[in-house]
C-alpha cells in the first residue's frame, strides 16, 4: 500500500502539487502500464465535477489529457530530468511490489475536497496567496485536447479557449485590475474599461489593453508567443522569464508580434497579415477552419489538438505546405485530403496516425 502515492494524487487534484510529486508520480506511472488506466478513473472521478468534454460526458481519456498537459508544461524538467531518470530506474526494482493503491480512499478523500469546493460555490481548483491574512481564490478553466470552451468573464469580456489550453483569474478580478494567466491558445473579445487595463499574463510577454479584439497563443511547447490583432489597440511588454525587450504596440488589424526565446535572449519578429491571413490565423474558433500556406510539420500539431491525437509524420514530408478550407470534418476526412494533395500515406491506429511518404505519386 502506497500512502505517499495518494498524496501525491490527492495534492494534484487539490491543485496544491509541488514539483516533487509531478516527479513522484511520473515516477509511479512508469513502474506498471496499468497505472495509467487506474490514474484516468480517479481524473474522471475529478472531472465529474464540473470539467466535462465537448459532448456534455465525462471522459477518462480528456482527463489522463488534462493531467499530462499540465505536468508537461512544469518549469523544472531541465534541471531534474537526468536524476528524476536515474532515480526512476533505480527504484524500478523497488517499487514494482507497489502495484496497488486503494482507490476506495482515495476516491474518498478526493470526494472529500468536492465538498469543500462546492460549499464555497466554486467550480474549479484554488490557490491561495502566501498572505494567509488575504487570500485570492482562482477560478480556472481547463480545456482537453479535442475541445474548445467560451468563458465568460465577470466583466462581460468573453475568452474562446482552444483545445490543450488553461487560463485563470483571481477572485478580485474587476476590482482594481483584470488580469488573466494563459498557456495555450484564445481568442479575447475586452470589454472597454477605461480606469481597469485588461493584461493577459503568458510564459514570454504580457499583453495590456482597454477594450479590444485579439488572439494569444502560447502553448509551452512551442516556446513561442503570438499575439495578432483584429480590432483596436495592444501593448506587448516583456513576461517575468525575459530580462528586457521593447515594448511593441499594435494598432492596425492584422499586426502580429511573435515572440521567442533563444540561449536567453528575446526575439521580436513584427509583421502585417493580409486580410485573408489574418482570417485564416483565427479560423480555429469558427466552423469553418481555414488553413494558408502551413507547412505539414505545424498542420500536424493543430490536427493533433484539434483532434486529440498523436501523429508521426516522415521528415521527408514535414516541410510540404497546404492550404484549405475545412468545415466539421473528421480527422480522416481532413487526411484525405491532405494525400489528394500530396505524396503521402496515413495509417490510422487508434489515437495514432502515421504520415508516410508515398512512393508511386513520388515517382511520377
Not at 476590482?175 to 499574463?201: D, M
Not at 540561449?263 to 485573408?276: A, F, G, M, V
Not at 489574418?278 to 510539420?297: C, D, F, G, N
Request: no cysteine; glycine share 4%.
Amino acid at each position: 500500500m502506497n500512502y505517499q502515492i495518494e498524496d501525491y494524487i490527492i495534492n494534484f487534484v487539490a491543485r496544491k502539487e509541488t514539483p516533487e510529486d509531478v516527479e513522484k508520480l511520473k515516477e509511479w506511472l512508469a513502474v506498471d502500464p496499468e497505472r495509467k488506466n487506474e490514474l484516468k478513473r480517479l481524473l474522471a472521478i475529478y472531472d465529474s465535477a464540473g470539467i466535462k468534454d465537448i459532448s456534455g460526458t465525462i471522459s477518462p481519456e480528456n482527463a489522463y489529457q488534462r493531467f499530462m498537459f499540465h505536468i508537461n508544461s512544469e518549469k523544472n524538467k531541465t534541471s531534474t530530468e537526468d536524476t528524476s531518470e536515474k532515480s526512476s530506474t533505480s527504484n524500478k526494482k523497488k517499487n514494482s511490489t507497489i502495484i496497488r493503491i486503494n482507490n476506495y480512499r482515495i476516491i474518498s478523500r478526493i470526494a472529500a475536497i468536492f465538498i469543500i469546493s462546492f460549499s464555497l460555490g466554486i467550480m474549479s481548483h484554488y490557490y491561495l496567496s502566501n498572505n494567509q491574512s488575504n487570500q485570492i481564490v482562482f477560478t480556472e478553466n481547463i480545456v482537453p485536447l479535442g475541445s474548445k470552451s467560451v468563458i465568460k468573464l465577470p466583466d462581460g469580456s468573453s475568452v474562446l479557449l482552444n483545445s490543450g489550453s488553461t487560463m485563470r483569474y483571481p477572485s478580485d478580478y474587476g476590482k482594481n485590475k483584470r488580469e488573466i494567466y494563459l498557456e495555450g491558445e484564445a481568442y479575447f473579445n475586452v470589454v472597454q474599461q477605461n480606469k481597469i487595463p485588461f493584461t493577459v499574463f503568458t510564459a514570454l510577454s504580457n499583453i495590456r489593453v482597454l477594450g479590444t479584439e485579439f488572439n494569444v497563443k502560447a502553448y509551452p511547447e512551442e516556446k513561442v508567443v503570438e499575439t495578432t490583432l483584429i480590432r483596436g489597440k495592444v501593448t506587448v511588454e516583456k513576461g517575468e522569464t525575459i530580462d528586457h525587450f521593447e515594448s511593441a504596440i499594435l494598432n492596425t488589424p492584422g499586426q502580429k508580434l511573435s515572440v521567442s526565446l533563444s540561449d536567453n535572449k528575446p526575439t521580436l519578429i513584427l509583421t502585417q497579415l493580409e486580410p485573408d491571413i489574418a482570417t485564416a490565423e483565427v479560423s480555429w474558433k469558427e466552423q469553418k477552419w481555414r488553413i494558408e500556406s502551413i507547412s505539414l510539420s505545424d498542420l500536424a500539431i493543430k490536427l493533433e489538438r484539434r483532434y486529440n491525437v498523436k501523429i508521426y509524420v516522415d521528415e521527408t514530408l514535414k516541410s510540404h505546405h497546404f492550404t484549405g478550407t475545412f468545415e466539421n470534418e473528421s480527422l480522416e476526412q481532413v487526411l484525405s485530403a491532405i494525400q489528394f494533395s500530396a505524396p503521402i500515406l496515413y495509417r490510422l491506429e487508434g489515437k495514432e496516425v502515421y504520415v508516410t511518404v508515398d512512393t508511386a505519386k513520388s515517382s511520377e
